[in-house]
């Protein structure tokens, strides 16, 4: 990748970031769902959940913030050869062999496991900035989605390259796209089955 390429590429990410910032700074309360565990329910003058108690979460929402995201000190050192070995980018350095909960039955378990997370140190370390400390700005910075569903636009930020993010969830379906909450690159695209009704 030249210079050009990568300059055309920070500057399109700064700008989505910005474009980002803007557009959730104008947001207004009336955009939120109040989803919770699929059910809704119209009272308090607006959309709240329904809770076990039938009261309504009058919690204010959360101003635009940033805090600051530091890596885990618990891991090997990582350097900058790793980063451009191409066989390194499929290993999975947090979790190099499956927990303990994973098909503990199965004598395929380690390659399952390997199939199951490819690509965790491109998306961690190469792509992402996992081990990096960085500063992450947004209503829920320290969260993937939004806690009462709908929308959640954040931005990581790494010195000057910033790093935008944006998750939708409701009851139906949870989509995301960008830079995570510790600095890892993700997509994900999950529908949400309805439970089934019982019948009488």
């Known amino acids: 990748m030249n210079m050009k390429t990568t300059t055309r590429i920070l500057r399109w ?19 939120r769902t109040g989803h919770r565990e699929g059910i809704e329910r119209n009272i308090c003058g607006g959309v709240c959940p329904v809770t076990s108690t039938n009261q309504c979460d009058l919690t204010p929402k959360p101003k635009w913030h940033s805090v600051v ?21 499929f ?28 690509f965790t140190n491109l998306s961690y370390y190469v792509i992402g900035v996992a081990d990096k400390p960085t500063v992450r700005s947004g209503r829920y910075p320290t969260l993937v989605g939004n806690p009462h569903g709908g929308w959640n636009f954040a931005v990581t930020r790494r010195r000057i390259v910033f790093l935008p993010f944006v998750d939708y969830k409701n009851r139906h379906l949870e989509l995301y796209f960008g830079w995570r909450e510790r600095g890892n690159f993700g997509m994900k695209l999950n529908f949400h089955h309805p439970p089934e009704k019982l019948e009488k």
């Open 69 to 89: 995201m530091l890596p885990k000190t618990n891991e090997p050192p990582i350097h900058w050869y790793n980063k451009i070995n191409p066989v390194w980018w």
């Open 91 to 118: 290993g999975n350095l947090e979790e190099p062999t499956p927990p303990s909960w994973y098909e503990p039955t199965n004598s395929m378990r380690k390659v399952k496991w390997y199939f199951r997370n490819p």
């Open 13 to 31: 990410m700064a700008t989505l970031a910005l474009g980002l910032t803007v557009m959730t700074a104008r947001a207004t309360d009336h955009s």
